[in-house]
């Protein structure tokens, strides 16, 4: 089960927005020696982990090359209206819905992560990364059927969520929903065109990986599907309750930075500073989180970049600086045990993807010292430190292996799966979802692996994003010079 709710929040929006935090003071970087006692997580494993599953949440015809076994070709008749291609993309969550928001935002930030943090996908980090997001990158272009034509999801949540089974051996009818010049959708194709327009660079930079003709292919579609999204703003048309957004206008502001950046047209960068600036509150208000609904807080931090502009750093320092621990933000809650916790249901998710922005944003000078121990302390929590027990599946100690996840809790391709030998079994998931971060715990920091409990132990395409970015930023600072990791990062010895 997926679900995504539109947060009604009654605030004070102005004060929300402009209630001064102050900031941590700046600090140069860390530089310590690696003590006897301690040791860093290995975060090369674990990018190549959370590449995996996403591997694993592939549908469509798989490659000749593919290492998930216990995965085959799944849903070959996803079509257009009119028999168009939609074969391909990723499955959402532990369901086998295809969401183009979600979708999206995890390429993009994906691609982001590579283009800011090259050097900590070391080796074949590198083009199995490029792989990775390949695979949503032909899925929307595929997508993008005619100039003012977008496909943006397959197959109803409600009708798949009835089904407990391997997606091999799934056959019912999967509507594709569409976006057309009688239906607008902003938000889905703005979102698929950030998602693009990244990609494109990853693919265009040198090294191993670089195809210059596949990178000139998104961006053309990149530049159409942002053409499509700015024709008529309004959010894409919901066909249930699973899937829905908070404003349209931060992915048209998203999508108009990276088109800048993919472009190097400064039109783009023109459209997304004078949207910033026109007394548009919904841009300028302070975010509720930093997810795939909304992408302000990261638009700052690339802007702040593109442009040196104190105004979006500012707007930045408000969000992040608000998160640290001992701000007296009233709004910001940490568990005991010390995770920001934002939602009872998929707390990680939130705290992962305030690590990685945290990390991009230390990158470039913003406070490197108090936001790289801030995403140090919180990927160590998820890692499983003075907790007794990892949340990704295949890492550290007692990890997960009852995953709310469809396919991987089914038995082998011969035997049948169902609610009653799967969803219900009281095992392990009989395939182990390598890579997959779960949902995490409650506020007081307890968790129960039961994968009958979606809201704790489901997995997404969005929960592992901030989370692999968050690793790739801190294995390049564990390759920098005089290993220039805080001393949060490092795997604190067991206490006696």
Known sequence: MRCYLIFSLIVCT???????????????????????????HNFESLISKSIRFYEAQRCGYLPADNQITWRGDSFLYDAGKNGEDLTGGWFDAGDHVKFGLPMAWTTSILAWSFLEFREGYKGGLVTDLLDSIK????????????????????????????????PEDLYYEREAYIINGNMNGTDVCAAAAAALAACSIAFSETGAGRDTTLAEQYLNVAISLFNLADKGHDFAPLPSHHYSNRRWEDEL????????????????????????GDNNYSLKARSWAFDF??????SRLLLYVLTGNEIYRDRLERHLNGILPHHGNLSTRYTPKGLYFRSEWGPLRYTANTAFLALV????????????????????????????????????????????HRSSSCPGLSIPCNWGNAM???????????????????????????????????VGLDYNAGFQGA??????????????LPPACYIRAKKV
């Open 361 to 404: 944003a230390a990158q470039h000078g913003i406070h490197p010292k108090a936001y790289r121990e801030f995403a140090c302390n919180q990927t160590n929590y998820i890692l499983g430190n003075d907790i007794d027990h990892s949340f990704v599946v295949g890492y550290g100690t007692d990890p997960p292996c009852r995953p709310h």
């Open 135 to 166: 695979w949503p990158c032909d899925y929307f272009v595929k997508c993008h059927t005619k100039p003012n034509e977008f496909y943006f999801q397959v197959a109803d949540a409600n009708l798949d969520h009835a089904y407990w089974d391997r």
């Open 293 to 298: 609904q909304d992408t302000k807080e990261a």
């Open 253 to 276: 502001l998203w999508a108009s930075i990276w088109l800048h950046k993919a472009t190097g047209d400064i039109d783009y960068l023109t459209k997304a500073e004078t949207m910033y």
């Open 471 to 484: 690793m790739a930023g801190l294995q390049k600072l564990k390759k920098g010079t005089g290993r220039d």
């Open 424 to 458: 219900l079994n009281e095992g392990c998931n009989y395939h182990e979802l390598t890579g997959a971060m779960v949902g995490g715990p409650n506020m007081n920091d307890e968790w129960t692996d039961n994968r009958q409990d979606y809201r704790s132990n489901e």
């Open 14 to 40: 102005f004060a929300l927005a402009n209630s001064y935090v102050p900031p941590p003071p700046p600090s140069s970087d860390y530089v310590i020696k690696e003590k006897p006692s301690e040791r860093p």
